[in-house]
Each structure stands twice: as C-alpha cells, then as structure tokens.
C-alpha cells in the first residue's frame, strides 16, 4: 500500500505523460483522484540535454551552436530555431554527414564486442530499453522474420537493407524476458550467417546496455522503436532521447510518443497500433488465432517459429514465447498490432529511399524536442 500512503501524505501528485496521469486518475487512483482532485496533475518526463545532445553527440551540438547559437543547451526551446534550416540543401548535407560519422562511430564502439560486418549506408532500427513483454520487443523480432522470410522468397524489389539493433537487461527473476533475449540472439544467428541474406539484413543483440552505451548508440540510431503496448508505457525517456538526436520515430500511441508526435507532427512520425481505448475493449474477446488466419505473412512468420528454424538443436526452447503469443489472454496483444506494425515499417522504408526527405524529418524531430528536456519538467 506504499503508493496510497505517499498519495496521502503529498501535497502533488503527478503522472509523467499527459496519457499516464489521465489513466492514474480513470482507474489506478480513481477513489483518490476524486477525494483529492486538485492534487492530481501531469508533470511529462524529459531528459538532460547536457548529457543527451551536448555531450554524447559533440559534433552534432557543435553544428546546431554555429547555427543557431548556444543558448538551447540550457533553454531547448530554442532548437525551434532549426526548423527553417530543414529546407536548406547545405545544411542538410552536413546534418547526413554528422549522422553517418556517428553510425559509424557505432560500428567501430560494436566492433570490440561482435565480428560482424556493418554497413553504415543501411537504416539503423534500433529499439533498447528493458526487455519487457509489454515493450514488444517480440513484435521487432516477429518483423524481422518477416523481413528474413521476404528475403528467402526473393521478395526484395526497392529493398531497403536494415541493422536491427536491439539491447536490454531482464530482471533476475523475469525468466520470459530471458526467453526472449534468447529468441532474439538465435534469430539474429541465422539471419546474419546465411549467404543468401548477406547485408540486406542483420539482427543484433547489444549486451550490457547501460547508459555509456547509450551515449554511443542514441547518436548513431535512424529508427527509434517505441512500440509499447497503447496504455503500458507510464512516459518513456529513450524516446526523447533518440528525437533529440535526430532518429525518427515508429510508436504507439503510448507515454510520451504521443506529445512527441504533437510536437513533430504526424508527417514526421510513424504511427500504427491500437489505442489505450481499443485495448480496452478487444480485451475480452481478443483472438490470436483469427488474426493469423488471415495474414499470410503472419502465417510464414509463425511457421518459421514453429517449425524449429531459429532452434534446430535445441527443439522446444521457443513454446513458451510461442504460446504467449498466441494465447487469447496475452495482455500485451502483440499479434493484434503486426499488420499495423508491418505496413507502417513499409512507410519507413519509403521515406528512407528518399534520403533529402529523410534527412528533413530527422532535422524537424531534433527542432521539435524542446519539451522534453528536464528542464522544462522540474520548472514546471
């Protein structure tokens, strides 16, 4: 009951998203809320931009400080300013350059730890965070076998080659989350060794995730995942992160994805996914089985699962993860959102083909981040 005791001995209390605090005061803390509701209000999270654009992205901060002064590192407001700049060429061409150093950089930090081949010109998907069922980093997984199988059918007409970088730590006792790390890793072994796919794709685990490298990896990302189930993420803050440093964003309506998506526009933000709402209310009649049925890329993927491709040698350590899937009271709906999931990852790849408009929208996302500094959250 800690929760409750501190509810009643604040003077305020806040959720850290606009969709956070208002879910707290609808169910949560709903006999509180109305007992007390002038103590409840919203205070959305925000990052350091000290740490986060200033001091793990040199070159980058020093481009936006020549342009537009220094006053965003202590004001990050005034990255507004930036907006304008989107649309000239020459501005472009040094914020791509900037971008692709840092990819780099990635790639030389990754070296220490992998003997694998990265190619910088490929999009960077990157999604780490904890490895939760709710974060969905099973639904990455489930696209990238689908990318994996589009590859072996030789559907790859205007393909867009892809480094899917996922990181995270499980909590000791949290063994599906261990599961999962497991999938990824042995999904990542057969697609990266098999000839045919080559550097059309890699999957890659990035053990020991911790915040040193984060300050390699947030600079050097183009596609941030923030792909929670709508209703599970209380705010977010990889996310910021990932937007101030120029990656554009696939999410859910979820936590913070939403504000970011206010402040940047739906046209620089890709969105697919149900609602908190529609969770809600798909909750009691929620039916794996009948969204399988009716996508054939859903199918192949799972036939893959299932079949033992990603675990030849080790014959059922996927069922669990499987089952969860495919349960009708898995509460995280991951199957429920693939279609959605898949067809917004079709727009991420068309925007990359066009790498002076992809550019634009990652110089927009950086302008747009203003909110999300600490800054503006403690003053307020």
């Not at 992998?114 to 010109?121: K, Q």
């Not at 999604?127 to 994996?148: D, G, P, S, T, W």
């Given at each position: 009951r800690?929760?409750?005791?501190?509810?009643?001995?604040?003077?305020?209390?806040?959720?850290?998203?606009?969709?956070?605090?208002?879910?707290?005061?609808?169910?949560l803390?709903?006999?509180?809320?109305?007992?007390?509701?002038?103590?409840f209000?919203?205070?959305?999270?925000?990052?350091?931009?000290?740490?986060?654009?200033?001091?793990?992205?040199?070159?980058?901060?020093?481009?936006?400080?020549?342009?537009?002064?220094d006053?965003?590192?202590?004001?990050?407001?005034?990255?507004?300013?930036?907006?304008?700049?989107?649309?000239d060429?020459?501005?472009?061409?040094?914020?791509?350059d900037?971008?692709?150093?840092?990819?780099?950089?990635?790639?030389?930090?990754?070296?220490?730890e992998?003997?694998?081949?990265?190619?910088?010109?490929?999009?960077?998907d990157v999604?780490?965070?904890?490895?939760?069922?709710?974060?969905?980093?099973?639904?990455?997984?489930?696209?990238?076998?689908?990318?994996?199988d589009?590859i072996?059918?030789?559907?790859?007409q205007?393909?867009?080659n892809?480094?899917?970088?996922?990181?995270?730590?499980?909590?000791?006792?949290?063994?599906?989350?261990?599961?999962?790390?497991?999938?990824?890793?042995?999904?990542?072994?057969?697609?990266?060794?098999?000839?045919?796919v080559?550097?059309?794709?890699?999957?890659?685990?990035?053990?020991?995730?911790r915040?040193s490298?984060?300050?390699?990896?947030?600079?050097?990302?183009?596609?941030?995942?923030?792909?929670?189930?709508?209703?599970?993420e209380?705010?977010?803050?990889?996310?910021m992160?990932?937007?101030?440093?120029?990656?554009?964003?696939?999410?859910?309506l979820?936590?913070?994805?939403?504000?970011?998506?206010?402040?940047?526009?739906?046209?620089?933000?890709?969105?697919f996914g149900?609602?908190?709402?529609?969770?809600?209310?798909?909750r009691?009649?929620?039916?794996?089985?009948?969204?399988?049925n009716?996508?054939?890329?859903?199918?192949?993927?799972?036939?893959?699962?299932?079949?033992?491709?990603f675990?030849?040698?080790?014959?059922?350590v996927?069922?669990d993860?499987?089952?969860?899937?495919?349960?009708?009271?898995?509460?995280?709906?991951?199957?429920?959102?693939?279609?959605?999931y898949?067809?917004a990852?079709?727009?991420?790849?068309q925007?990359?083909?066009?790498?002076?408009?992809?550019?634009?929208?990652?110089?927009?996302?950086?302008?747009?981040s203003?909110k999300?500094?600490?800054?503006?959250?403690?003053?307020?």
């Open positions: 800690m929760a409750y005791l501190a509810i009643v001995g604040s003077f305020s209390v806040n959720g850290v998203a606009e969709l956070h605090s208002k879910l707290l005061k609808e169910g803390f709903r006999d509180f809320y109305e007992l007390w509701p002038n103590k209000n919203n205070k959305t999270n925000g990052v350091t931009p000290r740490r986060w654009l200033a001091g793990c992205n040199l070159e980058l901060a020093s481009l936006i400080t020549d342009t537009i002064g006053a965003w590192i202590t004001d990050l407001s005034e990255l507004a300013k930036l907006k304008p700049y989107a649309d060429a020459a501005f472009r061409k040094k914020w791509f900037l971008n692709q150093a840092s990819k780099q950089r990635l790639v030389d930090f990754k070296k220490e992998f003997d694998i081949e990265l190619d910088v010109n490929a999009l960077f999604q780490v965070k904890r490895i939760h069922e709710y974060k969905r980093q099973l639904l990455n997984v489930l696209h990238v076998i689908h990318l994996y589009r072996k059918r030789g559907d790859t205007n393909w867009v892809r480094c899917v970088l996922i990181g995270g730590k499980a909590a000791p006792g949290y063994v599906m989350a261990k599961k999962i790390i497991k999938l990824i890793n042995s999904v990542g072994h057969v697609i990266n060794n098999d000839p045919e080559g550097n059309k794709l890699r999957l890659i685990f990035l053990p020991n995730y915040v490298a984060m300050e390699k990896i947030c600079p050097g990302a183009d596609l941030s995942e923030q792909i929670s189930t709508a209703g599970k209380a705010s977010g803050t990889g996310n992160k990932f937007m101030m440093n120029g990656a554009l964003t696939i999410g859910t979820d936590g913070a994805n939403i504000e970011i998506r206010e402040e940047v526009g739906e046209e620089n933000f890709f969105l149900l609602t908190e709402a529609e969770v809600e209310a798909l009691s009649h929620y039916d794996p089985q009948s969204y399988i009716q996508d054939s890329d859903l199918q192949a993927v799972m036939h893959l699962l299932e079949c033992g491709h675990n030849q040698f080790e014959p059922g996927f069922d993860v499987i089952n969860s899937i495919k349960s009708p009271h898995d509460p995280w709906m991951t199957i429920a959102d693939f279609r959605s898949v067809d990852q079709r727009r991420v790849e925007a990359w083909r066009d790498q002076e408009r992809w550019t634009k929208m990652s110089i927009l996302n950086t302008a747009a203003g999300f500094s600490t800054d503006r959250t403690i003053k307020e």
